[in-house]
């Protein structure tokens, strides 16, 4: 469970720095397809030099490849027109929760009282920390919050059976689904311009979504995926502070009070786990 704990909070703090890049950006869409691109082009190379991964692993990849396009398409918009210390919070926040819930139902992950009481603890702090956020990116990150539950919970029980060789084939669907998108909704030519300016941040930022997931999914194979996902939300501290920090985003005493309650139920849940 140590080693879990670890994987999870190193995860955290990768996201919450690859969000931060890409709610910064001028083109919040390309920036994220122009990272899982380029994680997509590492994950190949990885996978051609490895080549153990079972035919078998690639569909629940193609269905979190799928599941990536409205994805990346609402938090897109969500950061377009929200605040990062809102959505952001938002999105994980319910995403860990519905992942904690799919992994009882669909995974038989077992929880004790006071795991839930934590979890519970921590969603609760999310909401205080997302209150007073406009309608439109609210249901926009509720939208990503959705995506992450399905996509945590099916590679949860992919890497499970295929290793964790498996998050690389994620990337690489996830690449190719994005990209997809992105030509069939007119954007190729826009993102063939963004790579050669920008290639050396998309490097960066790709890279760091790589590691980060594959952190959660070294993480899911020693734990149960509620914990896992309750305990990579702590990124959404790092997201409050970074958020009023660098993008003078407001109500920060109230978003610092609501990061109390969220670590409060974090440290329940490791010492509950």
């Known amino acids: 469970m140590v080693v879990a704990t670890g994987l999870a909070l190193a995860a955290a703090a990768l996201h919450a720095a690859w969000n931060l890049t890409a709610k910064r950006s ?5 920036a994220l397809w122009g990272q899982f ?5 590492i994950s190949a190379i990885v996978l051609v030099l490895i080549g153990d991964l079972p035919a078998a692993a690639w569909w629940p990849a193609v269905v979190t490849g799928g599941v990536h396009v409205p994805y990346t398409a609402c938090l897109a918009w969500a950061y377009d027109r929200g605040d990062f210390s809102v959505a952001y919070p938002i999105a994980r926040g319910s995403g860990a ?13 077992h929880v004790g009282p006071w795991t839930v009481i934590a979890i ?3 969603a609760g ?12 990116p609210a249901a926009m990150a509720l939208a990503v919050g959705l995506a992450i539950g399905v996509y945590t919970v099916n590679d949860s029980d992919a890497v499970r059976q295929h290793g964790p060789t498996y998050a690389f084939a994620v990337f690489v669907m996830i690449g190719l689904s994005t990209t997809a998108f992105g030509v069939l909704t007119g ?11 920008d ?8 890279t760091m979504a790589a590691a980060s997931y594959a952190l959660v999914l070294l993480a899911v194979r020693r734990a149960p995926v509620g914990y896992v996902a309750a305990l990579r939300e ?19 005493r109230r978003r610092t009070v609501a990061a109390a309650v969220i670590l409060a139920g974090l440290v329940l849940l490791v010492a509950t786990s």
């Open 120 to 122: 519970a603890i921590v």
């Open 26 to 30: 001028a083109d919040r869409f390309l």
């Open 199 to 206: 290639w050396s941040r998309y490097g960066m930022t790709g």
């Open 125 to 136: 702090g999310m909401v205080l920390l997302a209150a007073g956020a406009q309608p439109g």
């Open 97 to 109: 929760v519905l992942s904690a819930v799919g992994g009882v139902i669909l995974l038989d992950d």
């Open 37 to 41: 691109a380029v994680a997509a082009a």
């Open 234 to 252: 702590s990124s959404v501290l790092i997201a409050a502070v970074l958020g009023t920090r660098y993008l003078a985003e407001s109500r920060a």
């Open 187 to 197: 954007r190729g030519t826009a993102m063939v311009t963004s790579m050669r300016v």
